[in-house]
């Protein structure tokens, strides 16, 4: 699966139907779970069939208004025209669907979330800021969870 290219101009028009209409969205980043040792134990090719199972068992689970994509390494990021706790089900969901999905010659994977709202007067640092800030802090409190920065 290819690095999102142009995610900033997805995030810009979601910015801008924020401004303009009030249409909120939600940002949600996560990454497997100690993958340098999927890498290390089965290799990469291993490693890289992973990462592209792994999308497209997520793609399944997104609506055709939701942003999807890989944002590096193995680390992705959807894009949300959702809001609040309804994104909050759906990152829980994709966590408990990514910890009961057996990867083919990897078996069994964990996922770390992030998750933030938009609010009046972000900007794409802003957001991106804070999403990095809650995804490192559920990296670092407790593996395998999600951490909401704001409720919108």
């Known amino acids: 699966m290819p690095i999102v ?9 979601k910015l801008k139907a924020f401004e303009d209409k009030r249409e909120g969205f ?9 993958f340098k040792s999927v ?12 990462l592209v199972e792994l999308a497209q068992l997520i793609q399944q689970h997104l609506t055709n208004r939701d942003l999807f ?12 025209s959702t809001e609040g706790e309804e994104t909050v089900k ?7 669907v990514v910890a009961n ?7 069994n994977l964990n996922a770390s979330f992030g998750v933030t709202n938009s609010k009046p007067g972000d900007s794409i640092d802003s957001l991106l800021t804070g999403l990095i800030k809650v ?18």
């Open 69 to 80: 994509g890989r944002w590096g390494g193995e680390e992705f990021i959807i894009i949300s």
């Open 26 to 34: 939600s940002i949600i980043f996560f990454d497997i779970d100690h």
């Open 90 to 96: 759906l990152a829980e969901n994709l966590r408990k």
């Open 39 to 50: 890498n290390d134990n089965f290799g990469h090719k291993v490693g890289d069939a992973v």
């Open 5 to 13: 290219c142009g995610f900033d101009d997805w995030l810009e028009k």
């Open 135 to 152: 995804y490192t802090n559920a990296k670092i409190v407790v593996e395998t969870k999600f951490v909401i920065l704001s409720k919108g």
């Open 101 to 107: 999905h057996h990867f083919k010659g990897a078996g």
